[in-house]
């Protein structure tokens, strides 16, 4: 199995029994283009879809466990953000909470989202990025789901 085929292979123990996943690369702009990671539940669903942003160079693999049970019931976009290796990147580029947030918004549109029928789930930086660009979203999501968001941050 070559190692695309291993990385597919993988992506299935994040999904709840009977849940699938489709990986893409969203283009943001001429320099961005980002991964997001859409895993959809094993049967129809009603519930608002989860727009998840981990923090600065958080794995997937550490969300495993939380993405097994969120998958049964919810449509789940995972974003990979722009410090990320799976990110394609050109030139020079910030990467502040501001930048991410509006990478953030930038994604939220291209999803096609419906104002208040969605939730943004964060982590660490994730989080300190819905934050900032809560205010700035053209789509209010129904809720915020925010895990450790930080006071202030400083690009590394």
């Known amino acids: 199995m070559n190692d695309q085929n291993s990385h597919i292979a993988n992506l299935k123990e994040f999904c709840a029994p009977g849940a699938t996943f489709q990986e893409e690369m969203m283009d943001l702009s001429d320099q961005v283009s980002l991964?997001?990671?859409?895993?959809?539940?094993?049967?129809?669903?009603?519930?608002?879809?989860?727009?998840?942003?981990?923090?600065?160079?958080?794995?997937?693999?550490?969300?495993?466990?939380v993405l097994l049970e969120i998958?049964?019931?919810?449509?789940?976009?995972?974003?990979e953000t722009r410090e990320k290796i799976s990110s394609q990147t050109k030139g020079k580029l910030k990467y502040?909470?501001?930048?991410?947030?509006?990478?953030?918004?930038?994604?939220?549109?291209?999803?096609?989202?419906?104002?208040?029928?969605?939730?943004?789930?964060?982590?660490?930086?994730?989080?300190?990025?819905?934050?900032?660009?809560?205010?700035?979203?053209?789509?209010?999501?129904?809720c915020l789901v925010l895990i450790g968001p930080n006071a202030v941050f400083r690009v590394p």
């Open 35 to 65: 991964k997001v990671i859409t895993f959809s539940p094993p049967t129809g669903f009603n519930n608002p879809p989860v727009v998840f942003v981990a923090g600065l160079i958080s794995l997937i693999m550490g969300w495993k466990k």
């Open 71 to 79: 998958t049964k019931d919810f449509k789940v976009y995972y974003i």
């Open 96 to 142: 502040s909470a501001e930048t991410i947030g509006q990478d953030i918004i930038t994604i939220i549109s291209l999803l096609g989202l419906k104002d208040r029928n969605y939730i943004l789930l964060g982590s660490s930086l994730g989080a300190t990025a819905i934050l900032d660009c809560c205010k700035r979203l053209k789509k209010d999501p129904l």
